[in-house]
Nanobody, 121 residues
Framework: QVQLKESGGGLVPPGGSLRLSCPASGNIFISFDMGWYRQRTAQARELVASISRSGGTNYADSVKGRFTISRDNNKNTVFLQMNSLNVEDTAVYYC???????????????WGQGTQVTVSS
């Protein structure tokens, strides 16, 4: 079993910054792609950013230049540095990870339970 747990969310004024963290724990042989998604009220969940094991990144157009995704492969942890936040960034943020639990086992995608980010004055 694998667990992901997001932390670092909260209330921040427009223009502020937050750093989200998400360590994966449990039965992990190796982690591959990791990412952050968000879900705004009454909207579908959308990709914010993703990062491959080798460090290749992908960002939603709406966050390019403001958000930075990074990871620590030794700790199976993914981070999201969010700068210049605006009210449209208010959402529940979820992390996910593609993980293999044994050398010959299948790849599975796991999700955290989410952390609320609220941008408001």
């Amino acid at each position: 079993q694998v667990q992901l747990k997001e932390s670092g969310g909260g209330l921040v004024p427009p223009g502020g910054s937050l750093r989200l963290s998400c360590p994966a724990s449990g039965n992990i042989f190796i982690s591959f792609d990791m990412g952050w998604y968000r879900q705004r009220t009454a909207q579908a969940r959308e990709l914010v950013a993703s990062i491959s094991r080798s460090g290749g990144t992908n960002y939603a157009d709406s966050v390019k230049g403001r958000f930075t995704i990074s990871r620590d492969n030794n700790k199976n942890t993914v981070f999201l540095q969010m700068n210049s936040l605006n009210v449209e960034d208010t959402a529940v943020y979820y992390c996910n990870a593609v993980i293999r639990s044994s050398s010959m086992g299948p790849l599975r995608t796991y999700w955290g339970q989410g952390t609320q980010v609220t941008v408001s004055s």
